[in-house]
C-alpha cells in the first residue's frame, strides 16, 4: 500500500517568507508525527497529533512553527517569517493506535537563502 | 533526562565483519527502543526494535543487544554488506504513540 507522502520533496526560500509543508500519512494511522532533522544531528520532535486529542506541541522551537491536522488525516506544517536556522529535512511520521512503529515519509528539504 | 547519546559518529567496517553501535539512555521511564535505518535522501525505517523485558533480540542478521541496570543497548551487524551502508538512528519512547527521541545517527560504511 501507499506509504506516508510528503510535499514538497524540496523547497528554496528566502529569509522571512512563510512557508507550508504537507504530509499525508497512511491510511488509517491515527498518530502523525513531525520532527526536523539537521545535517549531522538526530531527528528533533517537532509536534505530535494522535486522533481528536490536543496536539502536543512540545517540541515546537518558536512560536514561528504550528501545524494542523485536518480531518484526522492530511496535516500542514508551516513556518512563518523564515530564518536561516530553519533549514533542515522535515519528516513526517504516522503510526496506528497502540502500536509504536512509525512509518517515515521521504521528507521536505528546506532550504532558506 | 531525555536525552539519547549515540556513538560512533561513523564506522568503517570491512565486509564481513561486524558492526557495533552503541546508545545509552537516561530516562527510566523509556521502555521501547527501535533502532532505524536510513538511507540517502529517503525517510528512517525501523529495522528491528526491544523493550526492556529481554536482554536479546534477533533478526536475520541484526541483533540489538539491551543492559537495563546499565541503561544501553547496542545495534550488532552481523556479516555486514556494502548495501548496508546508511545512516543508523537509535531512539527510545514508552509504550503506545509517542514522540520518540533520537540519537544522532551513526554513518556506517561497509567496504568490499
Known amino acids: 500500500g501507499a506509504g506516508v507522502s510528503q510535499s514538497p520533496s524540496n523547497k528554496v526560500t528566502e529569509k522571512g517568507k512563510d512557508v507550508e509543508l504537507r504530509c499525508d500519512p497512511i491510511?488509517?494511522?491515527?498518530?502523525l508525527y513531525w520532527y526536523r532533522q539537521s545535517l549531522g544531528q538526530g531527528l528533533e520532535f517537532l509536534i505530535y497529533?494522535?486522533?481528536?486529542?490536543?496536539?502536543?506541541k512540545s517540541g515546537l522551537p518558536s512560536d514561528r512553527f504550528s501545524a494542523e491536522r485536518t480531518g484526522g488525516s492530511v496535516s500542514t506544517l508551516t513556518i512563518q517569517r523564515t530564518q536561516q536556522e530553519d533549514s533542515a529535512v522535515y519528516l513526517c511520521a504516522s503510526s496506528l493506535p497502540v502500536l509504536e512503529t512509525q512509518y517515515f515519509g521521504p521528507g521536505t528539504r528546506l532550504l532558506v537563502l | 533526562q531525555q536525552q539519547v547519546k549515540q556513538s560512533p559518529q561513523s564506522l568503517i567496517v570491512q565486509k564481513g565483519g561486524i558492526s557495533i553501535i552503541n546508545c545509552a539512555y537516561e530516562?527510566?521511564?523509556?521502555?521501547?527502543f527501535p533502532w532505524y535505518q536510513q538511507f540517502p535522501g529517503k525517510g528512517p525505517a525501523l529495522l528491528i526494535a526491544i523493550r526492556p523485558d529481554v536482554s536479546e533480540k534477533k533478526e536475520g542478521r541484526f541483533t540489538i543487544s539491551f543492559n537495563k541496570s546499565a541503561k544501553q543497548f547496542s545495534l550488532h551487524i552481523m556479516d555486514s554488506q556494502p548495501g548496508d551502508s546508511a545512516t543508523y538512528f537509535c531512539a527510545a519512547g514508552n509504550s503506545g504513540n509517542t514522540p520518540l527521541v533520537f540519537g544522532k545517527g551513526t554513518r556506517l560504511s561497509v567496504i568490499a
Open positions: 497529533f494522535q486522533g481528536n486529542s490536543a496536539p502536543d
Open positions: 491510511s488509517g494511522h491515527t498518530a
Open positions: 530516562n527510566t521511564a523509556f521502555d521501547y
